[in-house]
């Protein structure tokens, strides 16, 4: 498959940058049209691992996640294969992660009924770099306990894995009670538990965090709502200061956000990265800002795709050899997009 090179312009800085953007699966693809979101993370052997949860549709019945390996120096995805189902529960909102350790995690949720306030989270792990998993097994079980991003590595080495407890018990609206939440792993020992939780006035959900120096911790959120036009889409963030077992009250940042999923990560050189929609209503631009100064300004700005359509649900990883990737979906959720740059190109003069 020939990736699409593209140039956009940088309205903010007034520069250009080259993206090179490729269609990994489509419509095509044997797992029902039904594509999002998707996560991405690198193998310790150069590899590339996606994951995304496909079938009819979003409330289909029956849906299940599914994982395509993109080997080292290859151009062509390997076909997708089921990674875990469930013959009477629908599942949801994969998570990929390698820890240091070598283990590969697995998180998703499955939904117990008709709304993603009624899910929990489960999870496998692999310990032969994604060629097979572990049996299922519960991270919570408090209904309406979900995870979309990935886990981080903190100073003193144990993990955080930003959740969320989402309410409502509607499909477009999502509660104001609804809150970020983290769990913190120690290795060695076999329970995530909860640590912190981040509570705002009109609900936040689907947590990014970054750790800027021991124990500090920045987190973006995806607000909370409906999807009506509004002037008041704002993307709501929080800190803390003991390693994310407390946070401050949630509050509207300066990024905009339709009620979408954003994904924040810290670079290898120490640079903070946003990808988020850049609009409080549509899911389009989708954005990414980078801040060098640990998260006091984001200067730099750079769309990655923009125009009529949804561009959302982005994951976000530096590979080892310094290139940003960024894996989206577009194309009423049927299409799964792959982006990727160099930090020079947003940070270019």
């Not at 693809?29 to 193998?43: A, D, I």
């Not at 949801?92 to 709304?115: C, I, K, M, S």
């Not at 980078?290 to 949804?310: K, W």
Request: aromatic fraction near 10%; proline fraction near 5%.
């Amino acid at each position: 498959m020939k990736p699409l090179l593209i140039c956009l312009f940088l309205l903010t800085n007034f520069v250009t940058a080259e993206i090179t953007i490729t269609r990994v699966f489509g419509p095509e693809t044997k797992t029902g049209p039904y594509k999002h979101p998707s996560c991405l993370t690198e193998l310790d052997n150069g590899d590339l691992y996606l994951a995304y949860y496909g079938g009819g549709g979003e409330y289909a019945e029956s849906t299940r996640v599914f994982a395509s390996r993109l080997v080292k120096g290859s151009s062509k995805w390997t076909a997708p294969q089921v990674i875990a189902g469930n013959p009477f529960k629908s599942l949801g909102n994969p998570v990929v992660w390698q820890a240091p350790d070598g283990v590969v995690w697995l998180f998703y949720v499955t939904r117990f009924g008709e709304t993603w306030s009624t899910s929990r989270i489960k999870a496998k792990i692999s310990r032969d770099g994604a060629k097979t998993w572990s049996d299922s097994f519960l991270v919570t079980l408090q209904d309406g306990t979900m995870v979309r991003n990935q886990p981080i590595v903190l100073s003193d080495g144990d993990y955080l894995l930003p959740i969320y407890h989402e309410t409502g018990a509607d499909t477009e609206f999502t509660g104001a009670d609804s809150t970020s939440r983290m769990l913190r792993f120690t290795p060695g020992q076999t329970q995530w538990r909860e640590v912190g939780v981040i509570r705002s006035d009109k609900g936040n959900i689907q947590p990014g965090v970054v750790e800027t120096s021991p124990g500090n911790l920045i987190a973006y959120c995806r607000r909370c709502g409906d999807y009506k036009p509004t002037d008041q889409g704002w993307t709501v963030t929080a800190s803390s200061t003991d390693g994310g077992k407390t946070w401050t009250k949630g509050t509207d940042s300066t990024f905009k956000n339709p009620n979408s999923a954003l994904d924040f990560k810290k670079l290898a050189n120490g640079h903070l990265l946003l990808v988020f929609n850049d609009h409080m209503y549509e899911r389009s631009p989708l954005t990414v800002a980078i801040s060098e100064d640990q998260g006091r300004t984001f200067l730099r700005r750079q769309n990655i795709m923009e125009g009529e359509g949804s561009y959302a649900y982005p994951t976000a990883i530096q590979t080892k050899d310094g290139k940003i990737h960024v894996i989206f979906t577009s194309d009423e959720r049927s299409v799964i997009q792959h982006a990727v740059f160099d930090e020079a190109d947003v940070l270019r003069p």
